[in-house]
Structures are given as C-alpha cells and as structure tokens.
T-cell receptor, first 113, second 111 residues
C-alpha cells in the first residue's frame, strides 16, 4: 500500500464552477478526514467519516461544501459555486478505528480565478 | 473549542545546533498530542505522539517532545539538527474526535 492518495493534485477553476476532489485512504482504514489548509496556517478540520457514516460535519465551511464516502472506501469532497476564498490546499487523512495518529495524503491545491 | 498556539512562526538555526519548537494548547481535558512535519510540496508526516504514560516521547528523525500538563505545553526538541530537517512543523491536539492544528513553525537549518 502506497499511502493516502488524492486526485487531482492541482485544480484551477473559474469562480462559480463546481469542483470535486477524490481521496483514497490506506486500505482498511475506517476513518477518513478532510481538512483545508491556507497559506501560513495549519490544517483546518472540515469533516470525518467512520466507514460510510459522516460523524462530524458541523465544521464544513458552508452549505456549498459536501463530502461523501458511499462505500466506506474512497471519499469525495465537492465545492459548489466556488469563490476565490475557497482557494487553498485540501488535505485528506485516514486512520484505523481507535488509531491515534492520521496518515495524510499529498493534498489537492485549488485555485479559483 | 480547543486552540493550539505555536508562538514561533519561523525558527532559523545552524546545522548541528539544538532546537526547540514550542507548542501550547488551551485545555488539558482528555487531549492527545501530536507533532507533524510537512516538507515542501508534500503531505503531513507524523513525527511523534503523546497518548499516555511517560511524558517524554521519542519520534522519528531524532526528535522528542515533552508533555507538561501543568503548563499545557508539548514542546518539540532535537539536540542536533540537520539540513534535511528544514520543513514546516505543526503541533496538533486531538480532543472529542477532532484534531486542532497550530499555525505551524517554519524551521530553517542554516549550513
């Protein structure tokens, strides 16, 4: 297993467009997390899944943000009607249930023009 | 809500010198503590973690950190840094199933 993967690595889009990012966690990791990281800041927690159940989503930045993990394996993060302020690095991490310490993917860098 | 403070945004240090990166958090109630390192254009990598037991924890690449409950601190140390240690370092706290990260400290090792 090569770790957590994220696609695409870079995404440039125009304001108002929808974008979707994919995260493939480490095999058999039950937990999957999404973060946003802006320049000069640490990762900001957005949401997490235990298998296919989304257990915390109150910290998603707005109703334009949504995440899914339909089969408990890969996950997608969608941003609708993108705004320039959405430009950031979006990080995904996974961990086994009860495992304390996450494994991070390389991130998807979003640029909204 | 939990907050994590990394007071030093940038730390320059000469090669083979010791270094300490500071981290303080706001609440000591049922927290787990972590340090992550992020190399340029890469994802975050776990350096070490404190879950329970000995307050001095050792991690990869010769780093160690000490949990101080009374001071709500978890400072990261290395006795002798190498050029390859140049990176961004993040302190993180896990509480209530949520991770809270500090703003990061940029460590630059000078030859």
């Amino acid at each position: 297993d090569t770790g957590v993967s994220q696609n695409p690595r870079h995404k440039i889009t125009k304001r108002g467009q929808n974008v979707t990012f994919r995260c493939d966690p480490i095999s058999e990791h039950n937990r999957l997390y999404w973060y946003r990281q802006t320049l000069g800041q640490g990762p900001e927690f957005l949401t997490y899944f235990q298998n296919e159940a989304q257990l915390e989503k109150s910290r998603l930045l707005s109703d334009r943000f949504s995440a899914e993990r339909p089969k408990g394996s890969f996950s997608t993060l969608e941003i609708q009607r993108t705004e320039q302020g959405d430009s950031a690095m979006y990080l995904c991490a996974s961990s086994p249930t009860g495992g304390l310490g996450q494994f991070f993917g390389p991130g998807t860098r979003l640029t909204v023009l | 809500a939990q907050s994590v403070t990394q007071l030093d945004s940038q730390v320059p240090v000469f090669e083979e010198a010791p270094v300490e990166l500071r981290c303080n958090y706001s609440s000591s109630v049922s927290v787990y503590l972590f340090w992550y390192v992020q190399y340029p254009n890469q994802g975050l990598q776990l350096l070490l973690k404190y879950l329970s037991g000995s307050t001095l924890v050792k991690g990869i690449n010769g780093f160690e950190a000490e949990f101080n409950k009374s001071q709500t601190s978890f400072h990261l140390r290395k006795p002798s840094v190498h050029i390859s240690d140049t990176a961004e370092y993040f302190c993180a706290v896990l509480t209530g199933n949520q991770f809270y990260f500090g703003t990061g400290t940029s460590l630059t090792v000078i030859p």
